[in-house]
């Protein structure tokens, strides 16, 4: 990966009382968010940033850094003249109007929902409430799901739903909120779930789509981290298992421990303090281990056509692989296609730009992704990773008021994807 040895010194950086997972609430007040540009210079921005402490939020600094920068850092770090505009003048104020402006009341208990709860963003149970009550709008074609149980012991829920003709449909399967804080993720999972349920006999979109493939879609993967992000701390990206001996930082990323192509040198961190780290072995995590056994039941029995992983942010649709730059699928050629049109299609939908094309050479490298695991052992057919909104003007702290739009263009690009396989 040509900007690791970077992304490990930034990380470096930040003080331990920041990247160490701390029981109390952490305070984003005060702190302003900046992206740097870098360009051909990026040795030189590295230097100069020696000597601050910050928290990154970007990987891909080919082109820029996106930092968090502490009251007490600000003026050292503006002082550097780097090229930069500002992310977030007060990103505590802005974590708090995002989650203020989450005015929807919990669900009523048995209600299907409606396009309301798509207004603000939402507790986990209030999530859980939502897929019990939206699995009542299409009861005979659907029922509740669980791919295991999380640290925590957290049941992680989903719905999966089919058309005419019984289920056992080749499955389409899609999941949101590996990471933590990328909180768009979910609603936006649901917002195409909810399409679908809701649309099924009067959609002919919807209709059709149900009628060819059985959908397995769980909105949230990760739940103690997204509690955790809700009550502790935002920008928590982890799961929250323990500690490995000799260390003091909690949890392993999600995505870098899946077990296929785990330990590829440039792809993930073995530093438990570091926001990608891979776990002290591969597939170690219960939820991984849960999803793996899901996406293995699906392999051996129906098959699956496609898998979508959810993120945030940068807008990109990304295709085989993750672990290597040169490594290409059997399908690379209708992988890229498919991507291609559809960020044409949802650009054309809402003027959203879209990057697409391989993981590795696209974005950067990952090893033990999810991706990878269900392309190849899972035997997906197609397997891609979405990078949702913004392009970095909010980042992972997305306005409530873009929850909708962002349901809305997905949708549009989602049913292309799926009616063009």
Aim: with cysteine; hydrophobic share 35%.
């Amino acid at each position: 990966m040509k900007f690791l040895s970077v992304a490990s010194s930034i990380v470096a950086l930040v003080s331990a009382a920041a990247l160490s997972p701390r029981e109390e609430k952490v305070s984003y007040d005060g702190f302003k968010v900046y992206r740097i540009t870098t360009g051909e210079n990026l040795a030189s921005v590295q230097d100069k940033l020696v000597d601050i402490e910050m928290k990154p939020w970007n990987m891909d600094f080919s082109k820029h850094i996106d930092v968090a920068i502490s009251p007490d850092q600000i003026e050292k770090f503006e002082s550097l003249n780097l090229d930069t505009i500002v992310m977030h003048e007060d990103l505590g104020a802005d974590i708090a109007a995002e989650w203020d402006s989450s005015t929807p009341s919990s669900p009523s208990k048995r209600a299907v929902p409606d396009v309301s709860w798509f207004n603000g963003y939402h507790s986990h149970n209030d999530h859980q409430t939502f897929l019990t009550n939206l699995q009542t709008a299409l009861p005979q074609n659907s029922e509740i799901i669980t791919s295991g149980t999380s640290v925590q012991g957290r049941p992680i829920r989903g719905i999966h739903v089919w058309g005419n003709n019984g289920k056992g449909k080749k499955a389409i399967l899609i999941h949101g909120n590996v990471h933590a804080r990328e909180w768009i993720t979910s609603m936006s999972v649901e917002y195409f779930l909810y399409q679908l349920m809701t649309g099924y006999g009067r959609d002919s979109n919807a209709t059709a789509l149900l009628n060819t493939y059985d959908f397995w879609i769980l909105p949230v993967v990760n739940p103690d981290g997204f509690v955790y992000s809700q009550t502790n701390d935002r920008l928590w990206r982890k799961n929250r298992s323990a500690a490995p001996a000799g260390s003091s930082c909690i949890g392993t990323d999600e995505n870098r421990n899946w077990p296929f192509q785990w330990n590829v040198p440039g792809g993930s961190s073995t530093n438990p303090c570091d926001e990608t780290y891979r776990g002290r072995t591969q597939g170690d995590t219960p939820e991984i281990k849960g999803l793996v056994s899901l996406v293995n039941q699906l392999r051996d029995s129906s098959g699956i056509k496609l898998y979508l992983d959810v993120h945030s942010y940068g807008q990109y649709i990304l295709t085989p692989y993750g672990y290597s730059c040169s490594a290409v699928a059997a399908n690379q050629a209708k992988h890229d296609t498919l991507a291609a049109n559809t960020g044409r299609v949802i650009q054309a939908f809402s003027g959203t730009t879209w990057i697409t094309g391989p993981s590795c050479s696209t974005l950067y490298a990952t090893s033990g992704s999810s991706t990878d695991y269900v392309g190849d052992v899972g035997k997906a057919e197609y397997s891609m990773t979405f990078e949702l909104r913004d392009k970095g003007t909010n980042g992972f702290v997305l306005p409530a008021s873009q929850i909708l739009p962002v349901g809305k263009e997905m949708w549009e690009g989602w049913k292309y994807l799926v009616a063009n396989l």
